[in-house]
């Protein structure tokens, strides 16, 4: 079923806040507080509501903003500020009002919706959001009518009913069917008549209430499709001039990073490295003159439906009714005078709290939230984030501060972003030092731009944040993950600024080279982009080689652990088909577990899993590398859970000579075991034998029951019956021997302990 989004149906209640009284506030007579707000009553009543615009926009990778409202009131005052609706639950779950020359707030008010669900609920049609046309007609039910069209003329009558038939639309085949619906209309002659309701039939209530009700019915549906803006106004109360700051939070769509990497025409091993903000504005106000802040980090944040109003289930208790009285039993009471607790029903209060309460561990959104703080009485403001940066240009984080040159808006920052151009060749002159401030707090970093933006409503701008000249180098990046060789950019970061993520291009010799995606950069990191295919290089592995040697043995209560030194190496060749020197950068995976880099080889760079080695190539020429790596292996056996292990053991002795002497015992017993085993085994083949003859035996015996012939197979299975016990009783012998066989090896196993380093022996 469609969904209808509920309309909004005008009905303004009250938000009480917290006010911020004055400190010296005159004693006044037990009269004077009604004068007073009949007083102020009276003045906002015929006060000119004056908008509250925008001063601070704080725009987050999470899509939530942080804004501030800020404007002068004047006595008695009323200010308006608009939202959208989606806006409106994070704003009634973060909005912060203060009134800074000693006014107070008398309340918050906005324009409510109620659900399209309880709306219709006072209407009598009894219809949903989704009606079908059966279910308008049976709304319509009883009622008097006008039916136009049908055969025979216009009928006056009441609806009795509306009914559907399934009919066959081929005579032929009965799978060929179509529902068709039927009126059924009493006429004011007392006459039925069954009407089919077709296209050309038109019926029309002759109730005139009936027909308001329709109409209303129809006006909720529409204005489910109108959100419109909310309107919320706060009654400010105080004497003269004073400062009102609104704060609050509110859901935005996600600013988003793109860079340039600019290479001048002659290479001096840098690069200028341009970032730009695509900022959207698309909430119910004007962003004129803003002090915009952008936050490379994500706050937590969530969505309470709290503009909505909530309807809960009440329990629905049956009206009683007298019954006559019948026989019944009742139970005794408690003897010794025992008290019997009467049976009570108790009501859970569906109250999730008190409305117009004191507002506790409010969390205040936003770089101005310290100021805030500061300016609420009996709140102790601790400035755990850092410095606040409304404006300047520093970076501060690590207890100093550092001038940064970052970026500003170009002429005004409108919305069509004039002045802000794409594929540049030389680094803009719209930034200079002091534009940007920067700011990391928390697990944040922000860029805050020094000079107000203006982004109308319903408008996007894009905004430069930063430009530094860092150190930059070109080289053909290759991984046998890979297919193709890269062309990239080393890119170090050497300013003292985080580079959120994003989209970047490369514009060399004054011409578009490339483009692709960068990861957050710290500063001091150093970072590969890739952009582009190097058609020009050829990779390829051309030997690889892997040798194993012993190198440890320990023997352990039972635990023998090998450790053996292996050697590996893979020769590399890369070959440069360019009319250019090429610096390709190999990408050579990287082992752990106390694997190193063999033969005084050294990588460029590495990472967890990664070693970089660069290799230059000269034009039309090929170069080779080889890398060697050592590590140790591994090879752990246990003989206390298999102490049967002698092929393993004589290998070991092979290896390790030395180990001879305390292991050749335990080889011995270990054959001693194997020995039984292999006895026991021939022993219940016997056994099994012995048992096949006897049962054939007494088979037999049972066939010749009473004839002389049975004689001799009585002689025959008296003798099988006696090997089998004799079997018996050497394998039960034999499992004897295993048993104390068996406790002699695992003590000569638990008994052995040595460590040998086979490379000095």
């Known amino acids: 079923m469609r969904k209808i989004v509920f309309s909004a149906c005008l009905v303004s209640f009250i938000l009480p806040l917290t006010a911020q009284t004055a400190a010296t506030a005159p004693a006044k007579s037990a009269a004077a507080p009604t004068a007073s707000k009949a007083a102020a009553a009276a003045s906002l009543a015929t006060a000119v509501i004056k908008d509250l615009p925008v001063r601070k926009v704080v725009l987050y990778k999470n899509g939530v903003g942080y804004f501030e409202h800020a404007g002068q009131v004047n006595g008695n005052q009323r200010v308006a500020i608009d939202f959208t609706s989606p806006q409106l639950n994070d704003v009634l779950q973060s909005l912060t009002v203060l009134d800074e020359g000693g006014g107070r707030i008398a309340g918050v008010n906005y324009n409510s919706t109620t659900p399209l669900a309880e709306q219709l609920k006072t209407l009598s049609l009894g219809m949903t959001e989704d009606p079908t046309s059966t279910e308008l007609f049976g709304a319509l039910r009883g009622q008097r009518v006008e039916v136009t ?3 025979g003329g216009t009928i006056t009558g009441r609806l009795m009913s509306i009914e559907s038939r399934t009919e066959n639309t081929d005579s032929t085949d009965s799978t060929k069917t179509i529902d068709k619906f039927y009126l059924t209309i009493v006429a004011t002659t007392g006459a039925v008549r069954v009407i089919e309701l077709t296209p050309t039939l038109s019926v029309r209530p002759l109730d005139a209430a009936l ?65 730009w903000a695509v900022v959207d504005n698309t909430v119910g106000a004007d962003w004129d003159n803003v002090q915009l802040s952008l936050v490379a980090g994500a706050p937590q944040s969530f ?12 329990a629905e208790v049956p009206i009683a009714t007298e019954l006559e009285t019948t026989p019944q039993t009742h139970e005794a009471a408690e003897a010794n005078g025992q008290q019997q607790v009467p049976f009570s029903a108790s009501v859970m209060s569906n109250n999730g709290g008190t409305i117009g ?5 409010n969390a205040l959104h936003g770089r101005n939230a310290a100021e805030l703080i500061k300016q609420m009485p009996g709140i102790t403001y601790n400035n755990s984030m850092g410095r606040n940066t409304h404006s300047g240009t520093v970076i501060t984080g690590a207890d100093a501060e550092v001038p940064v040159d970052t970026a500003a808006v170009a002429g005004e920052g409108r919305g069509n972003g004039y002045g802000v151009g794409g594929g540049v060749y030389r680094p803009s002159d719209a930034i200079s030092e002091g534009d940007v401030s920067t700011n990391a707090f928390d697990d944040f970093f922000e860029y805050s731009l020094a000079q107000p933006v203006t982004i109308h409503k319903n408008e996007s701008a894009m905004v430069p944040i930063l430009q530094q000249e860092l150190p930059a180098e070109h080289v053909t990046l290759w991984s046998e993950r890979e297919a193709s060789p890269l062309r990239a950019v080393w890119l170090e970061n050497k300013s003292s600024l985080t580079f959120d993520s994003g989209s970047f291009s490369i514009f060399e010799a004054g011409e578009f080279a490339g483009e692709g995606l960068l990861d957050p950069i710290h500063p001091g990191e150093k970072r590969l982009l890739s952009y ?25 209560k039972g635990v023998i652990v090998e450790t053996y030194m292996d050697t590996a190496s893979v020769t590399y060749s890369a070959t440069n088909s360019a009319d250019v020197d090429r610096v390709v950068l190999l990408e050579h995976p990287r082992r752990n577990n106390g694997w190193t880099l063999d033969g005084g080889l050294k990588a460029d760079e590495s990472s967890t899993n990664l070693y970089r080695f660069k290799l230059p190539v000269p034009q039309h020429s090929t170069q080779k590398l080889e890398v060697k790596e050592r590590g140790p292996q591994y090879t752990t056996v246990d003989l206390r859970s298999n102490p049967r292990q002698d092929e393993f053991l004589v290998r070991l002795v092979k290896d390790v000579p030395d180990a001879q002497a305390q292991i050749q015992p335990v080889i011995d017993a270990g054959t001693a075991v194997g020995l039984l085993d292999f006895k026991i085994a021939e022993a219940e083949k016997t056994a099994e034998t012995a048992t096949v003859d006897e049962s054939r035996d007494r088979e037999n015996l049972t066939a010749l029951k009473g004839n002389d012939a049975a004689k001799r197979f009585v002689d025959e299975l008296n003798h099988a019956e006696d090997q089998l016990q004799a079997t018996r009783e050497q394998i039960a012998d034999l499992e004897q021997q295993k048993q104390a066989a068996l406790a002699k090896l695992n003590a000569l196993i638990a008994s052995i302990s040595f460590n040998w380093d086979v490379e000095t022996k």
Not at 534 to 543: E, N
């Open 211 to 275: 027909q308001g009700q329709l109409d209303r019915y129809l006006e909720l549906l529409a204005s489910t499709h109108s959100t419109g803006l909310r309107h919320l106004t706060l009654d400010a109360i105080g004497q003269g001039q004073r400062q009102l700051r609104v704060s609050y939070i509110s859901e935005v769509p996600v600013w988003k990073s793109t860079y340039r990497i600019v290479f001048p025409r002659e290479a001096n091993g840098k690069a200028t490295l341009q970032g």
């Open 532 to 556: 582009a295919a190097d058609q020009a290089v050829r990779v390829k592995v051309t030997a690889r080689d892997a040798k194993r040697k012993l190198h440890h043995v320990s023997f352990q």
């Open 357 to 361: 309460g004191p507002l506790q561990n």
């Open 149 to 151: 069209g049908a055969p």
């Open 303 to 314: 969505i309470q439906p709290l503009s909505q109003p909530l309807y809960t289930r009440r």
